[in-house]
């Protein structure tokens, strides 16, 4: 159980792992995530399940920190000591229309088993990639298959157009008839393009990633404003509607730890920086 059988460097400090547990597989649905554990010392990692079948779990980490560092280091043929999933609530997949799917960093990994199960249900889909350079695009091959047309931005124009999601989205919103967006990536570029689809009285879907602990709504880390009212990400989340969130108490919360974060990671990162 939780054996990885396959583990790939896919970017710029990201990798891709395939473990085994058909349990999850069984129970899983778009939207929904894991908290992992490599070893009884280590920290809690929620991630993502970005596909499930055959009791085959595959995840996609981007090394940010320590925790994040050493699972990358793990190897095939090692095992998760705890993996517990699913947790949250999954996407809501129905027939709305016209959907652009926006994917920021390694929020394209989340929001692939979305966009795929949209496509399924028969809605047209348009997807944005932004990643910092070509290096860390991730999965834009995986997205050109089930998209109508794919977009891909890059801040420094190594790939596709130079900028960001947001420029593309700005010409789509004014072009074509859009019914919604979903966005998953970095707080601000979920809270961008929160304000375009307001501007737009377009409505948006983000998933929010603040610090999670147990991921069972008892610790209360995961607390965000959503309508002025506390929710918890965990249980009541990850999707919102981006417009009731109040980004920048989260924005300003994700940061409440950097210090001790920095001290944490002493060793340096394996992934070569060249790897795609
Ligand atoms: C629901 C959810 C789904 C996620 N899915 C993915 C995914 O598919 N792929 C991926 O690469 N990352 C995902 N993340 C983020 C991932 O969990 C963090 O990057 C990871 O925990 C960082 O740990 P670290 O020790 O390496 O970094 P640290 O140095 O500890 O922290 C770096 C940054 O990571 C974030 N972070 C740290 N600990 C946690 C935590 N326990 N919970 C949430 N965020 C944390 C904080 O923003 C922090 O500033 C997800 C987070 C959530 C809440
Ligand atoms: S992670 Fe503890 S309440 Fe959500």
Known sequence: MNEIIEINCIANLTYEIIFCNGEICENSKPGQFLILQKDEFSERVPLTIVNCEDGKVRVIIKVVGRSSLEISEMKVGDSF?????????????????????????????????????????????????????????????????????LYITTNDGSKGKKGFVTDILKELLKEKKVDIIWAIGPMIMMREVTKLSVEN??????????????????????????????????????????????WDELISRLSQYRDQEKSATEYKCRCDSNAK
Do not use: Q
């Open 81 to 149: 000591k705890n993996v517990v999933g699913p947790l949250g609530n999954h996407s809501e997949i129905r027939k709305y229309g016209n959907i652009v799917c926006i994917g920021g960093g390694v929020g394209a990994a989340p929001l692939l088993p979305v966009t795929r199960e949209l496509k399924k249900t028969g809605n047209k889909i348009i997807s944005i990639l932004g990643a910092a350079d070509a290096n860390s695009l991730i999965l834009d091959d995986e997205f050109e298959k089930i998209s109508e047309k």
């Open 201 to 246: 009285a377009v409505p948006c879907w983000v998933s929010l990633n603040p610090i999670m602990v147990d991921g069972t709504g008892m610790c209360g880390a995961c607390r965000v404003h959503i309508k002025n009212e506390i929710k918890f990400a965990c249980v009541d989340g990850p999707e919102f509607s981006g417009a009731d969130v109040n």
